[in-house]
């Protein structure tokens, strides 16, 4: 069947982003369309312009006989700005405020389509990484890791409290929380991940950083590397912040329960992105 270029170019996009970091040759796409290699690279030319200008992502053409095209997921400044400011008016407001100076963010990690921009907008940071891994713990930042994973082609590894029997072996730690400075346990299986394996921590609130800190350690039994780290909030005042390096969309500066109000301004994500 032989496809019109406005055809081929809207199902080129889709299956481009559908498998970003994935190399894919130029004769699978000129199979898929019964077209000539010289259209298709003319196709992903207008591809990658309009992807380019709408701050969407790019492409990477790998040259020689095996090489192809790879689609990496790029969120503009002006586009991640007036999001990121939404999300901060969306968490300022007091009447997420819960017994304790706690933050109802529930409804927040359960939209998906919150969840998905900020996925896209923090897996921009590390799209050009070596990230075989994105690493976070059974909280509500589920849906974030998995998020940001989807953008970067990679699986989700997922720490628990307690060992569960459908994983089999599981390798456990010990940690010190950061905040309560209590003693708490983390379990991941042993089939979770490769020896030497390379980590993109992800999570969804960090306060003093402890539970980052006991993911660390389990990576070091597996031999792993910290690829980065990526919170969607972090809690500005802390009496001592035990992770430095990482990335925030959002900065929780003061949560007053008396007064019932909540600060918050935009994380360290803009700052450290062209550090990354």
Same mark, same amino acid.
């Given at each position: 069947?032989?496809?019109?270029?406005?055809?081929?170019?809207?199902?080129?996009? @889709?299956?481009?982003?559908?498998?970003?970091? =994935?190399?894919?040759?130029?004769? *699978?796409?000129?199979?898929?369309?019964?077209? #000539? &290699?010289?259209?298709?690279?003319?196709?992903?030319?207008?591809?990658? +312009?309009?992807?380019?200008?709408?701050?969407? /992502?790019?492409?990477?053409?790998?040259?020689?006989?095996?090489?192809?095209?790879? *689609?990496?997921?790029?969120? @503009?400044?002006? $586009?991640?700005?007036?999001?990121?400011?939404?999300?901060?008016?969306?968490?300022?407001?007091? +009447?997420? !405020?819960?017994?304790?100076?706690?933050? %109802?963010?529930?409804?927040? !990690?359960?939209?998906?389509?919150?969840?998905?921009?900020?996925?896209?907008?923090?897996?921009?940071?590390?799209?050009?990484?070596?990230?075989?891994?994105?690493?976070?713990?059974?909280?509500?930042?589920?849906?974030?890791?998995?998020?940001?994973?989807?953008?970067?082609?990679?699986?989700?590894?997922?720490?628990?409290?307690?060992?569960?029997?459908?994983?089999?072996?599981?390798?456990?730690?010990? %940690?010190?929380?950061?905040?309560? $400075?209590?003693? =708490?346990?983390?379990?991941? @299986?042993?089939?979770?991940?490769?020896?030497? #394996?390379?980590?993109?921590?992800?999570?969804?609130?960090?306060?003093?950083?402890?539970?980052?800190?006991?993911?660390?350690?389990? !990576?070091?039994? *597996?031999?792993?590397?910290?690829?980065?780290?990526?919170?969607?909030?972090?809690?500005? &005042?802390? +009496? +001592?912040?035990?992770?430095?390096?990482?990335?925030?969309?959002?900065?929780?500066?003061?949560?007053?329960?008396?007064?019932?109000?909540?600060?918050?301004?935009?994380?360290?994500? *803009?700052?450290?992105? /062209?550090?990354?």
């Amino acid at each position: 069947m032989k496809f019109r270029r406005s055809e081929r170019l809207i199902d080129m996009t @889709s299956y481009l982003l559908d498998h970003p970091r =994935q190399l894919v040759p130029l004769t *699978f796409f000129a199979d898929r369309y019964d077209s #000539a &290699k010289s259209s298709i690279s003319e196709d992903l030319a207008i591809v990658k +312009e309009t992807f380019e200008q709408r701050g969407i /992502g790019t492409l990477q053409t790998v040259p020689g006989a095996a090489g192809g095209v790879k *689609f990496f997921v790029n969120v @503009s400044k002006e $586009k991640a700005e007036p999001f990121v400011n939404e999300l901060c008016e969306l968490i300022a407001d007091s +009447e997420r !405020l819960l017994p304790g100076g706690y933050l %109802y963010l529930t409804d927040i !990690l359960g939209s998906p389509q919150i969840v998905q921009k900020a996925g896209r907008i923090i897996a921009s940071a590390y799209a050009d990484a070596k990230i075989d891994v994105v690493m976070t713990i059974a909280t509500k930042g589920i849906t974030l890791a998995y998020a940001v994973a989807s953008q970067l082609n990679v699986p989700v590894v997922v720490v628990r409290r307690d060992s569960k029997v459908t994983e089999g072996p599981t390798v456990s730690i010990n %940690y010190v929380s950061g905040s309560a $400075k209590r003693i =708490q346990t983390m379990v991941l @299986s042993k089939r979770s991940m490769k020896q030497g #394996a390379k980590v993109l921590i992800v999570d969804d609130f960090m306060k003093a950083g402890g539970t980052v800190i006991g993911m660390i350690s389990m !990576l070091e039994e *597996f031999n792993a590397e910290v690829a980065g780290i990526a919170v969607l909030v972090e809690a500005e &005042k802390t +009496e +001592e912040r035990l992770v430095d390096d990482y990335i925030s969309l959002v900065k929780l500066s003061n949560v007053d329960v008396k007064d019932k109000t909540i600060k918050v301004e935009v994380g360290n994500y *803009f700052q450290k992105r /062209g550090g990354i």
